[in-house]
Every structure is written in C-alpha cells, then in structure tokens.
C-alpha cells in the first residue's frame, strides 16, 4: 500500500474542522482517507467518537466512500501504549534495575503515574528524560529504540485497535 502523508499546518484543530477540505485535492488521486489526530489538542466540546464521526461524515459529504474514509481520534495520545511494557521503556530512557523505583517515584510525584497506568504519556516520558540517571536527550532514535522493543500484541488502546481494524479495511476493499 503506498501513501501520502498530508499535516495540517494550524495541527489538531485545523485537522478537526478542515480535514475533508485539506483532502480534498487527493479525491481523484487517492483511493483511501485516513485522517488522524489527537483528541485532548482538537478543541473540541464533543466526545472522541463524536469527533471521528464529524470528519467522517464531512469526508463523505466531500466525495469519499464511506468504505474507503475513516478518522482516528486518539485518546490521550498514542505514546500511551509504550508505557504498557516498563522494562522496556525504563531500559530505554537510562534507567537501570537499581533507578526502577526512582521513575516511578517521579512519575507519581509529577501526578503522571496511578494504579499503575501512565496518565499523560508525553508528559510522562519528558519528566523521566529531565530525572534520568543516564541523561538522555529527547530525540528520534529514542523513540525507535522504544518503538523496536516494545511489543503490539495485546494492545488494548482503542484507537491503535481501530487504526489497525482501518488499515485492514482499506487494504481488502479499496486497495486492489
């Protein structure tokens, strides 16, 4: 499946309110519409499920096949799932066995950590690079790191499961 990767320079709320028209350009070239973004920086007053059915339903009033157009709101961000595997993610971000305690500390001192689960993963992950041992820097070959070790299987992110579930759809109905 080939693709193109199409940003919104105003980000979420751009994304929001003018996907179908920012697609518009690509209803004769492109077979497929995807549409991202991350729900809590959208602006809107409406669910995430709601916010996905609104740029669908705009897409298809554009020209898109209902079949062929989808919106994936993610909630609260998709760095949530690297936080389900900590071994990995504490290896990643320089702190050894003996510093486990200590980044969980920090993550329940900055109110990012409860039952266990992370709350804001991004600010989670900018809060444990500030505090790491090792003093890692923040950058893209961290983030591959994380991203090679850290397993899909199991995955219970709504969105990352419906982002899954799309791209199987486009490919058996659209991408022939």
């Keep these: ?7 919104a320079s105003r ?13 518009r350009p690509y209803l004769n070239r492109a077979k497929c519409a995807l549409v991202m973004l991350d729900y809590d920086g959208c602006g809107a007053s409406v669910s995430c499920a709601q916010v996905e ?30 936080w389900r595997d900590s071994v990995h993610i504490r290896r990643a971000l320089g702190y050894g066995l003996e510093h486990s305690e200590k980044l969980t500390a ?7 950590q409860t039952n266990g689960k992370v709350s804001r993963p991004k600010e989670a992950l900018i809060e444990a690079l500030k ?46």
């Design 1 to 7: 499946m080939s693709y193109e990767i199409v940003v």
């Design 131 to 176: 505090e790491s041992p090792s003093k890692k820097p923040k950058s893209s070959n961290l983030f591959a790191a994380i991203a090679q070790k850290v397993s899909l299987q199991g995955c219970q992110d709504r969105a990352f499961n419906k982002l899954c579930q799309v791209l199987q759809r486009f490919q058996q109905q659209c991408c022939r």
């Design 11 to 23: 980000h979420d709320p751009e994304v929001y309110k003018e996907a179908h028209e920012l697609l």
């Design 106 to 112: 920090i993550l329940h001192r900055h109110g990012l």
């Design 53 to 82: 059915q609104d740029i669908e339903t705009n897409l298809q009033r554009n020209g898109w096949s209902a079949d062929c157009c989808a919106a994936v709101a993610i909630e609260p961000e998709l760095e949530a799932w690297v």
